[in-house]
Every structure is written in structure tokens, then in C-alpha cells.
């Protein structure tokens, strides 16, 4: 076989091979080598920006921390003062719930003459200052009580005009509309009262309002048909006019109880005894004459001693059931209220809170019981 034999060719530019390595130089010591610091002066700026930041953001986060913590301690402190002044509202009602048990346990004694009357240990409790929180500087206490003890059967009671058969009661009816008279309601509010508690869906006359009257509000809803938990509910009928100031001078006259009640001639203003006997206001208070000194005991005596019908005693008593229990505490500025409702059972003395409300009193009504104390 034959080698083939190609001719050697020439490069007109031959590549010339460089030697990379830095030419020696005698000044630099023989282990160093020379790094190239190219950049080495922007590096350490973005560094120290970077550190920087991190303590800005520090910074903001310990700051934050500090405030919250701030925060936190503040709301604890406000948290505390505030359970302080509503365990002594609440330790007020248990004080008085024992005294109206202490009552009960003494009138059981008395058996037929038993009363409850102004004289009563649980109804002198007005207003009282707390001496633990006396200021030392002024001699002067920062701590205050504002009690008020009242049982409800001395007022009308508005569930009385549909009684426990469902019927409406035209005696009460009566009453309830006078006492609206009195304080210049439109007496429209009798009907309207009525048509929301009782039982059918038929309006007791032209002027009142049943669920197809409110299913067209927005938001839509129905007559309770059963009788009212609270006054406040007059500001769901049909066209109220019950704005919360003539609620709180109707409330002077008018409760609402879950059953039907009697009258307490002891505690009754002569206006409410007027009503329910139909005599003029002016006899009533002939009637109640020395009432805060004596007593009265027995309610057929008092019909009997001022020529009234003997019938009347079915709707009169001495005696009451339902107490409103009022509570303001007062320490040092921090605020704490209690309205409680509480029923004691005429058998065995035993007592039930019905209701407990925390909210601050209407302030017509804290006026006009600040004003009677």
C-alpha cells in the first residue's frame, strides 16, 4: 500500500503562544502572592449598607415589640380594674338577694300579717361610700356604691292585660291606658301592646299590628305572641312612639312580669292605687297617709277601712314576689353596673335571678333615681 504524503504548509500567521505567568518581581517577598483588587472597595459599601439595614429593621421590630408590650400591660391593667369593680356589683347583689331571704324568713313567722314595706332592711340601701379606697390626701372616699332595691309589685304590671289564660283583661287594659294618658301617650299603644303578646294572628282593632304588619319591614319579623321580656320592646311595635325618655318615666309606673300579679298597697304610689280601685288620686293618698311609719297588713281591713269593694282584693296585696335590683359601683372613675330581676318564692323563700343586664342605666332613668335619693 501505498503512503500518501501530504506537503507541509505554511502559516502566513503563525499563533504565538503566550507565557501567563507575571514576570518576577524582586520587591515582593517570595511566598506572597499579588491578588488583583479589582471591586474590593464597592463589596465592603453593599456590606456595610446590608448591616445596616439589618440594625434599621431591628430596631423597628424592638420598638414594635416595646409598644405592644405597652399595649398589653395597659389593657391587662384596665381588664383587672374593670373585674375588680364588677365583682363588688355582683358581690352588692349577693348582699342584698341574702337580706330579702333574711325578710323572707321573718314574715314567714308572721304568717297572714306578713308584709314587705319601705321599713325593710334591703330597702334602706341607697348610697354608700367604700372606705378601703378612702384618698389619705383629700380624707375623702374614691370609692362609691349606688344601690336601689325595688319590688316590682308596687308598679303596674303590663303582662297583667292578657292574663294566664291568654284572654285580655279588660280591668288591666283600662289601667294600662289611663297610665299612658297620664303621661301623654297616644293611647294607639294599647292596642299595639296588645296584638304583640297575645296568641293569634288577628288584630284586636284597626289601630293595632300583626306579623303581616312586620313581615314587611326590613329586616322582616313577628309579633313575640307571648308576653314581653323587657319594656324595650315597645320600640318594635308598629309606628312606637315610645322614644327611650318616655320610656324612663314610663317605667316609673309600669314593669312587665312573667306572670300575673297583685298590687303591693305598701309600696303602690297613690296615682297606681287610684287606678286600680277607680277612685280619684286624692283619696288614694288619703289612704297612704303615715304608710312610710305603719304598715299595712292585711288588705281586707284596708278595703274595709276606706268603703272599698271586697272584690278589689284579688287584685291588691301586701306581700311581693319580684324585686328590680339597681347597682352602680364607682372606683376611682372605673364604672361597673348591674340590673338584675330576681323572683322569691312566697313558699319556701327561695329566690331565682331572671334577668342580669351589665349595660350602663338609661341615663333618664339614672337622673330620675339620682334626683329621688
Not at 320600640?235 to 312587665?256: F, H, R, Y
Request: net charge negative.
Amino acid at each position: 500500500m501505498k503512503k500518501l504524503i501530504f506537503p507541509a504548509i505554511k502559516l502566513s500567521n503563525p499563533v504565538k503562544r503566550f507565557n501567563t505567568a507575571k514576570p518576577y518581581n524582586p520587591a515582593l517577598p517570595a511566598n506572597r502572592v499579588s491578588i488583583p483588587t479589582t471591586g474590593l472597595h464597592h463589596q465592603r459599601g453593599v456590606a456595610l449598607i446590608s448591616v445596616m439595614l439589618i440594625f434599621a429593621i431591628a430596631a423597628a421590630l424592638a420598638a414594635r415589640m416595646m409598644t405592644n408590650g405597652a399595649v398589653q400591660v395597659e389593657q391587662a391593667s384596665v381588664y383587672l380594674q374593670q373585674q375588680r369593680v364588677t365583682t363588688y356589683a355582683q358581690g352588692v347583689e349577693s348582699y342584698v338577694i341574702a337580706l330579702l331571704k333574711e325578710d323572707w324568713d321573718k314574715d314567714s313567722q308572721q304568717e297572714a300579717a306578713a308584709f314587705d314595706h319601705p321599713q325593710d332592711s334591703w330597702a334602706q340601701l341607697k348610697r354608700f361610700p367604700l372606705d378601703e379606697f378612702e384618698n389619705e390626701a383629700s380624707g375623702k372616699s374614691e370609692g362609691e356604691i349606688l344601690l336601689r332595691v325595688e319590688p316590682l309589685n308596687g308598679f303596674f304590671n303590663l303582662g297583667n292585660i292578657i292574663n294566664d289564660k291568654g284572654e285580655i283583661d279588660p280591668t288591666q287594659v283600662r289601667i294600662f291606658k289611663q297610665i299612658l294618658v297620664n303621661h301623654q301617650v297616644p293611647t294607639q299603644m294599647v292596642d299595639l301592646t296588645i296584638d304583640w303578646m297575645d296568641l293569634d294572628n288577628t288584630t284586636n282593632s284597626l289601630l293595632g299590628a300583626e306579623d303581616n304588619n312586620y313581615l314587611l319591614k326590613s329586616p322582616a319579623y313577628r309579633t313575640a305572641d307571648q308576653r314581653m321580656v323587657n319594656l324595650s320592646e315597645w320600640a318594635l311595635l308598629e309606628n312606637s312612639e315610645i322614644t327611650p325618655d318616655v320610656q324612663a318615666k314610663l317605667e316609673q309606673d309600669i314593669t312587665i312580669l312573667p306572670e300575673v300579679t297583685k298590687v303591693n298597697v305598701n309600696w303602690a304610689k297613690p296615682e297606681i292605687l287610684a287606678l286600680v280601685t277607680q277612685s280619684s288620686p286624692g283619696q288614694a293618698e288619703q289612704w297612704v297617709v303615715g304608710r312610710e311609719f305603719t304598715p299595712i297588713t292585711n288588705v281586707k281591713e284596708f278595703l274595709t277601712k276606706n268603703n272599698l269593694d271586697e272584690k278589689l282584693e284579688s287584685l291588691l296585696t301586701t306581700r311581693s314576689q319580684y324585686f328590680c335590683i339597681r347597682i352602680r359601683v364607682n372606683i376611682s372613675g372605673q364604672l361597673a353596673y348591674i340590673t338584675s330581676i330576681v323572683h322569691r318564692q312566697q313558699a319556701d323563700g327561695s329566690i331565682t335571678v331572671l334577668q342580669r343586664n351589665y349595660l350602663p342605666f338609661n341615663k333618664a332613668i339614672l337622673k330620675l333615681e339620682e334626683e329621688q335619693s
